[in-house]
């Protein structure tokens, strides 16, 4: 038992950030009151004067492999170079690797403010029991709340662009044509085997199913993680209409949107959440809110691989809840939680000329927080400083210059903190983070044997490295042109009207 004395609390509905105590008990707040709360004998008592206690942000989105690869996708890439280049990057991973990749990035979040996230893993040619397991330990042994999926495609990009295959130059076409997937019967296997087998407490670790983008699967192998699903009460994320050739190859391949087609298969539920949803249009939105899918909004990323500006505002319009995430560490190099919320509240200024259509900060701090909860499918039970819910927060130092003055702790947090008042975070009860020390990982040795893996597996993925490299100047090309076809469908959203 522990009770926190003398911070000031924040969520939506405390957005000042007002003073109080939080009584802990095991892994849950039992109790949050006005300061001098009557707590049981023998609680310990943590002193929090000078301290702000938020809830733990929730990352709806990232990837554990990414970790091990960060700066290595290439400046001024857009999202088809890099998935020309992935299953270059993270091949020749064992088993160690995985871990040590997925400790590397809870370690990351969780200096930055996050205590939760969902995770989509990629194993190549296709996903391992092994693999999976050993992903969600290393979140155990770091003590982050996770949800893991295996990332899978039974096609290969080359695949899956129409076309494509036919228009790669010789003499590169062979090779291309000789990669391949791991077929949908087997990822499904594996899949079933890891939801069979899941040794971890759900409470703290979770798995999930991934199928990667849609194109990248065949119906067989979406239908599959759609029964799956029903069948383990999985939660299912997929990767929807990140790039705008995305929304060209969905309407060529299947006559309407890739958000109809998940539709027409019976993908759409409330257990789906879908990341980036950029190129959709209002049709989209109202399918995805008819059958309460929840989207994933990843500015960092969608920035970086100028993917676009997803319609935030609009799908909140239409009722779909919108959780935020950050996007792997290769693609939104920070992992940065803070940073995602910041720019989810500023984006959202950029296409709506009505400031009352803006996100607030309030809004922005939901999405980062309870919305992620139930998009991880913890319900209500993460995300919130309140009795019953589960004691993972974030304690900024409100001695940083950053809050000196404190006005209006919401605005300031969301529009100002880059992680440096962060002093230290709790999860499920646990100091995870005490006063900037990871209280759980062996820092300077993970470091070490990070250093030790990115020379080995430099060396050993050069060579597929150098070939999907080979391939950029042409793929970049053909890309732009298929994406920006005449008479494409690909509306990205209606604009709003100009002001008078
Ligand atoms: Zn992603």
């Known amino acids: ?74 400046d001024r890439w857009p999202l088809e170079l890099l998935l020309n280049v992935s299953p270059a990057t993270n091949a020749e991973r064992t088993l160690e690797d995985q871990r040590l990749s997925a400790m590397l990035s809870a370690v990351e979040m969780v200096r930055k403010g996050a205590t939760a996230c969902l995770d989509l893993c990629v194993e190549f040619p296709g996903p ?29 990009l080359y695949e899956a662009v129409p076309g494509l295959i036919d228009a790669v130059p010789e003499p590169l076409r062979g090779r291309v044509a000789a990669m391949r997937a791991a077929p949908a019967r087997t990822i499904l296997d594996v899949s079933r085997e890891i939801a069979r087998r899941w040794p971890f407490d759900r409470a703290q670790l979770r798995p999930a199913l991934g199928p990667t983008i849609p194109l990248h699967c065949s119906d067989e192998l979406l239908e599959g993680c759609r029964d799956l699903g029903r069948e383990w009460d999985l939660p299912l994320q997929t990767h929807l209409a990140e790039s705008r050739i995305q929304a060209v190859m969905g309407v060529r391949r299947y006559g309407h949107s890739l958000t109809a087609h998940l539709g027409s298969l019976g993908m759409l539920g409330p257990t789906m959440s879908v990341a980036h949803a950029i190129w959709i249009d209002e049709d989209d939105m109202r399918r995805l809110a008819d059958a309460g899918v929840a989207a994933v909004h990843n500015p960092l990323s969608n920035l970086r691989l100028g993917s676009g500006v997803a319609p935030v505002t609009r799908l909140r319009a ?32 950029v296409r709506d000329p009505d400031p009352d259509g803006w996100l607030s900060v309030d809004d922005a701090l939901h999405m980062a927080t309870a919305a992620g909860g139930e998009v991880l499918g913890f319900g209500d039970s993460i995300g919130r400083l309140a009795p019953g819910a589960r004691a993972d927060l974030v304690v900024l130092d409100l001695r940083h210059i950053s809050y000196v003055p404190l006005h209006d702790a919401a605005l300031q947090v969301v529009s100002g903190e880059s992680g440096l008042a962060i002093e230290s975070v709790m999860i499920g009860g646990r100091w995870v983070l005490r006063d900037g020390t990871m209280q759980t990982v062996d820092e300077p040795r993970l470091r070490q044997r990070a250093a030790e893996a990115a020379l080995r597996l430099g060396a050993a993925t050069a060579d597929r490295r150098a070939f999907a490299r080979s391939l950029e100047p042409w793929l970049g090309g053909f890309c732009r042109a298929y994406a920006h076809t005449p008479g494409a469908v690909a509306r990205p959203w209606r604009e709003p009207p100009d002001p008078p």
Request: proline content about 5%; aromatic content about 2%; hydrophobic content about 45%.
């Open 318 to 349: 239409h009722g779909v809840r919108v959780a935020l995430g950050t996007d792997a560490a290769n693609t939104s190099d920070s992992q940065s939680m803070f940073e995602a919320t910041r720019l989810a509240a500023y984006l959202s200024r």
């Open 128 to 156: 391992s029991v092994d693999g999976i397991l050993a992903v969600a330990h290393a979140y155990g042994e770091v003590g982050m709340r996770a949800v893991v999926a295996p990332m899978v495609s039974d096609r290969t």
């Open 1 to 74: 038992m522990q009770v926190i004395r003398g911070g000031r609390l924040l969520d939506p509905p405390r957005h000042r950030g007002e003073l109080g105590d939080l009584f802990v008990d095991g892994d849950t707040i039992r109790e949050v009151g006005p300061p001098g709360l009557a707590v049981p004998a023998g609680a310990q008592e943590v002193d929090a004067r000078d301290r702000l206690l938020m809830p733990g942000l929730v990352n709806a989105h990232t990837h554990a492999h990414g970790a091990l690869a960060k700066g290595l996708i290439g």
